[in-house]
């Protein structure tokens, strides 16, 4: 069967049958044989999800501290923000979190390596480049983590979490 979902490629899944691989195709509404259920509705991702994961990862890409006041285009007022180092609630505490990164490290980039995303929950693969400002400043560095999302209707994040590994 193909799948399309927006934000993904097509991917082919396949049923044997008698041994056979045949290619099913499974559209919302479409009659089917029993076989092949149809898909679970937090599958489909809607178009506002996909708009939010895109400012989101925008914001993320092209940061910098004049961009810390566009937080409230991509974040829901009082969403939990948590990493290694950090946890806290609301747009201020997330704001505070990157003016004090901004303070500590320069030329601090993230790119987002990958995006997956289901229903409401997204999972982002990143690496976060920078150099110290007061230790091996010479020294680029590089952090590779994920972020797992949560968002509301709306596309704004509900809740945010870090992992990597310091």
Not at 5 to 17: D, E, I
Not at 85 to 110: C, L, Y
Request: proline content about 6%; some cysteine.
């Amino acid at each position: 069967m193909s799948v399309e979902n927006p934000g993904f490629v097509a991917t082919q899944l396949y049923r044997l049958a008698a041994g056979a691989a045949l290619p099913l195709v499974l559209c919302a509404g479409a009659p089917h044989d029993g076989l092949v259920s149809q898909m679970p509705q937090n599958f489909v991702i809607a178009p506002e999800i996909e708009v939010g994961l895109q400012r989101l990862v925008e914001l993320y890409e092209q940061l910098t501290p004049a961009c810390l006041s566009r937080l409230s285009i991509c974040y829901a007022p009082h969403v939990p923000f948590k990493d290694p180092f950090n946890e806290v609630r609301g747009q201020d505490g997330i704001r505070q979190i990157f003016a004090h990164m901004f303070t500590i490290v320069d030329v601090p980039r993230f790119i987002v390596t990958e995006q997956l995303a289901q229903g409401q929950r997204a999972f982002l693969a990143w690496e976060f480049h920078f150099r110290m400002r007061r230790w091996r400043k010479s020294v680029s560095q590089c952090i590779r983590g994920g972020t797992f999302l949560r968002l509301n209707a709306q596309g704004l994040v509900l809740d945010h979490r870090n992992y990597w590994n310091s």
